[in-house]
T-cell receptor
Framework: GESVGLHLPTLSVQEGDNSIINCAYS??????FIWYKQESGKGPQFIID?????DKRQGQRVTVLLNKTVKHLSLQIAATQPGDSAVYFC?????????????FGTGTQLKVEL | SQTIHQWPATLVQPVGSPLSLECTVE??????LYWYRQAAGRGLQLLFY??????ISSEVPQNLSASRPQDRQFILSSKKLLLSDSGFYLC????????????FGPGTRLTVL
């Protein structure tokens, strides 16, 4: 069936290193993808999005890469800081989803070690 | 700026009691509104969404209901809570029409005892 999933449930990185969080999706019709950051006890926070007509999009210290051939999405965080510790979710939106409904992955816990 | 308020922030309720969670949105008109539930350590499950006043779509059969009495107000309710209703409830908004980012509120932590 259609799904959005993450390769690693937990990722530990050293402060200052780059982090890469991966996401696989199975619905080839999906054309819009979002990354969210959720800190403990808070609502998800929008980080960056990308549409399927792009392969890469950059923000402040973050880059999202989209590989439509293998249906893979990644979030790269440069110079990871302790404040980046959180759960990161990818979400997809497809024309078959109806309206503006998103399908969320289960999340990856990013732990930044000092 | 566009802001989402959720009230209350935390709630502890006995089994069988009623529930009313409120979500209000500022700084935008005619938004799509959503209710999600998140179990501990899990992803987000869409419960309801609304494209306008009085228009509610239910995603999963459950013990909960939703209402949208005003354009910027979305309410999640239950007549009798179950233990399984415990979780983190999140309200989200997105622009009307098309596919776009959803922005989330701060959430309500509900514990049913």
């Amino acid at each position: 069936g259609e799904s959005v999933g993450l390769h690693l449930p937990t990722l530990s990185v050293q402060e200052g290193d780059n982090s890469i969080i991966n996401c696989a999706y199975s619905n080839s019709a999906s054309d819009y993808f979002i990354w969210y950051k959720q800190e403990s006890g808070k609502g998800p926070q929008f980080i960056i999005d990308i549409r399927s007509n792009m392969d890469k999009r950059q923000g402040q210290r973050v880059t999202v890469l989209l590989n439509k051939t293998v249906k893979h999405l990644s979030l790269q965080i440069a110079a990871t800081q302790p404040g980046d510790s959180a759960v990161y979710f990818c979400a997809e939106n497809s024309p078959t989803g109806g309206g503006n409904k998103l399908t969320f992955g289960t999340g990856t816990q990013l732990k930044v070690e000092l | 700026s566009q802001t989402i308020h959720q009230w209350p922030a935390t709630l502890v309720q006995p089994v069988g009691s009623p529930l009313s969670l409120e979500c209000t949105v500022e700084g935008t008109s005619n938004p799509n509104l959503y209710w999600y539930r998140q179990a501990a350590g899990r992803g987000l499950q869409l419960l309801f969404y609304s494209v306008g006043i009085g228009q509610i779509s239910s995603e999963v059969p459950q013990n909960l209901s939703a209402s949208r009495p005003q354009d910027r107000q979305f309410i999640l309710s239950s007549k009798k809570l179950l233990l399984s209703d415990s979780g983190f409830y999140l309200c989200a908004r997105s622009p009307r029409g098309g596919r776009d980012t959803q922005y989330f509120g701060p959430g309500t932590r509900l514990t049913v005892l």
